[in-house]
């Protein structure tokens, strides 16, 4: 095959984005300018059933790019054996019941499915759909057949359907899809479905320690990085229970049991609800170490005290007591954010955190302004308790996530 005009730009990752016949169509206008403004090279291909709900100028003006569902199109150019080659990555937002049955049968009948069977490409497919059709056994058939042939299709979220219900069947948020996007460009097999079977149990962002109805103790804790492991573990076949405190605005994880948590109080209440029967326990949450001993139950007014004292009290590690509440064969993760000072650095620091907390793991990130909190990317080390020790390369909190679960495997089997 000669090049063409059409040819992706071969600096670029490039990107086949598939839509499917359904409302949630115009939530792929969002992954597609996701990931052009992160420097990919997308092609969209939607089924005609897809451009009842978006029509194809939309996804050309985003894209940049003639947009065809039929394989009659440029014919010359045999665009549905091209796309498939040349893409690095196949996603398909939204994948309905129909075109789930269509891609686990090898059906070929338009330029998406036909690109589906071209392709080696690593291939996602985010279903949505209402919950009846998701639950049925046929659907549920198909989804296991492309995932037993190393397709990633994680489970939709659940909330608002189209028209008045509610249920499992939406669409995973654009900006998660991105992020996995993002993930399977860089590490091809970073979602294989090897986490199946495992329940898996998550805190993530900051607690607040309320003053009074105004004020708290709080930390600069996102939420990202738990959020991130909460979803690649989702799409790894895990049954992720997220416990989230405080965090950034975040989209709720697809396929994830939420529970909410405020204070360190509530935060140890619930990880010790949820923990018994986990098979692996990670605290990612950024837990306040003391909290006001009074809260007032009115807002403290400057003229009250002069100056303002506020007394504190420790609050108990959650996390130590998980460790010694464990049941036989639980792993559990810690998190250590740490910064060097006159006694050690952030290593020595945490290697002596890792046997003070008696963690199976720990996590470790240097912080400091722009590094660790409120930011997209992460680095650090991961510590296991039989002194192996594992450096992360700056890169997506998702990438950290990956190779957690990847050590996390790894321990769990010596
Ligand atoms: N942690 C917890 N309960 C607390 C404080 C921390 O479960 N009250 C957990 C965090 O979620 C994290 C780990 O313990 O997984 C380490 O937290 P960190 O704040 O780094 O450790 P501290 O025990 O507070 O130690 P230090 O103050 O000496 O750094």
């Known amino acids: 095959m000669t090049a063409t005009s059409a040819d992706p730009d071969p600096t670029k990752p490039f990107v086949v984005l598939g839509v499917g016949g359904g409302v949630a169509a115009y939530k792929a206008c969002e992954v597609l300018r996701g990931l052009t403004e992160s420097g990919h090279e997308v092609r969209v291909v939607p089924t005609e059933a897809a451009l009842n709900f978006v029509g194809a100028a939309t996804f050309e003006a985003l894209s940049g790019h003639p947009v065809h569902a039929g394989v009659f199109a440029d014919v010359p150019e045999v665009p549905h054996v091209r796309l498939g080659r040349r893409a690095d990555l196949v996603l398909v937002v939204p994948a309905t019941a129909d075109l789930l049955a269509k891609a686990a049968h090898g059906q070929a009948d338009d330029l998406l499915t036909a690109t589906l069977l071209t392709t080696r490409a690593p291939v996602a497919l985010f279903p949505a759909m209402h919950t009846e059709m998701w639950e049925h056994p046929a659907t549920q058939a198909n989804v296991e057949l492309l995932r037993s042939r190393g397709c990633v299709v994680p489970d939709p979220a659940s909330g608002r359907l189209t028209g008045p219900d509610t249920g499992k069947g939406r669409l995973a948020d654009p900006a998660e899809i991105v992020d996995l996007a993002r993930l399977l460009l860089a590490v091809p097999d970073a979602l294989r479905p090897d986490l199946t079977g495992l329940k898996i149990v998550i805190s993530a962002g900051g607690t607040r320690e309320a003053l009074d109805p105004v004020r708290y103790l709080g930390n600069r804790s996102s939420g990202k990085q738990g959020y991130a492991l909460a979803r690649v573990a989702a799409a790894r076949g895990a049954q992720v229970t997220l416990v989230a405190a405080h965090t950034q605005s975040l989209p709720d994880p697809a396929g994830v049991q939420l529970r909410h948590a405020g204070s360190a109080a509530e ?148």
């Open 267 to 414: 935060l140890r209440a619930v990880m010790h609800e949820v923990s018994g029967e986990a098979d692996i326990v990670v605290m990612a949450a950024a837990v306040a170490d003391f909290r006001p001993t009074n809260r007032a139950d009115y807002k403290i007014k400057k003229t009250d005290h002069d100056p303002a004292p506020v007394e504190l009290t420790r609050n108990p590690d959650i996390l130590t007591e998980l460790v010694a509440a464990r049941k036989p064969g639980q792993f559990i993760v810690g998190f250590a954010a740490e910064t060097g000072d006159s006694r050690a650095d952030v290593l020595g620091h945490a290697r002596a955190k890792l046997r003070r907390k008696g963690v199976d793991l720990l996590v470790v990130n240097a912080v400091g302004d722009g590094i660790a909190f409120e930011v997209e990317n992460n680095s650090g080390w991961l510590l296991r308790a039989d002194g192996t020790e594992i450096t992360i390369p700056l890169g997506a909190k998702s990438a950290l996530a990956a190779t957690l679960w990847d050590t996390v495997l790894l321990a769990r089997q010596s």
